[in-house]
């Protein structure tokens, strides 16, 4: 009796400890879940990670990143207004962001991407939520936690 029950408490452990080391499987799909899989998938690839890469180091800094980030947001806002409503989120010229991928474009504006965005649901996405958001987003990328992702990290392994 004694004996079963301490196996069953090193089975217990052990499989905390394997979810523990495995965090990268858990971290994609939270992804997909935490935005959307259009989004994931568009980002997630050599091209848009050479684009936000501006140093060009075969790394993507948290610095590069929230650059990126705000560049694709002034893009958006094109009157300068310091927010985005959904009509404008979605319909923006994807000649805009032509800097990025068009698959990135396409995953970023869509209505659940909108909603997912906007933190507080007032209707707006003001800079701060945007790159709240995305930094979120770069949390997850950065399984190793070094504010780095590489390319291991960046690209989807299907
Ligand atoms: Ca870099
Ligand atoms: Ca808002």
Request: proline share 1%; charged share 35%.
């Given at each position: 009796m004694k004996r079963s029950t301490s196996c069953l408490t090193l089975g217990a452990a052990l499989m905390a400890f394997v979810g523990g080391i495995y965090p990268t499987h858990a971290a994609a799909d939270d992804m997909v879940t935490f935005a959307t899989g259009g989004y994931a998938a568009g980002l997630r690839t050599m091209e848009m990670m050479h684009v936000i890469d501006t140093n060009k180091d075969g790394m993507v800094s948290k610095e590069e990143w929230i650059a990126f980030q705000?560049?694709?947001?002034?893009?958006?806002?094109?009157?300068?207004?310091?927010?985005?409503?959904?009509?404008?989120?979605?319909?923006?010229?994807?000649?805009?962001?032509?800097?990025?991928?068009?698959?990135?474009?396409?995953?970023?504006?869509?209505?659940?991407?909108?909603?997912?965005?906007?933190?507080?649901?007032?209707?707006?996405?003001?800079?701060?939520?945007?790159?709240?958001?995305?930094?979120?987003?770069?949390?997850?990328?950065?399984?190793?936690?070094?504010?780095?992702?590489?390319?291991?990290?960046?690209?989807?392994?299907?």
């Open positions: 705000e560049r694709v947001f002034k893009a958006m806002d094109r009157d300068n207004k310091g927010f985005l409503v959904e009509k404008d989120f979605v319909s923006v010229d994807p000649n805009a962001i032509a800097f990025a991928t068009a698959a990135y474009s396409r995953g970023l504006r869509t209505n659940d991407m909108f909603k997912k965005i906007d933190a507080d649901r007032d209707g707006k996405i003001t800079r701060d939520e945007f790159v709240n958001y995305q930094v979120k987003i770069f949390e997850m990328l950065d399984v190793k936690k070094k504010e780095m992702v590489g390319v291991a990290d960046f690209i989807i392994n299907k």
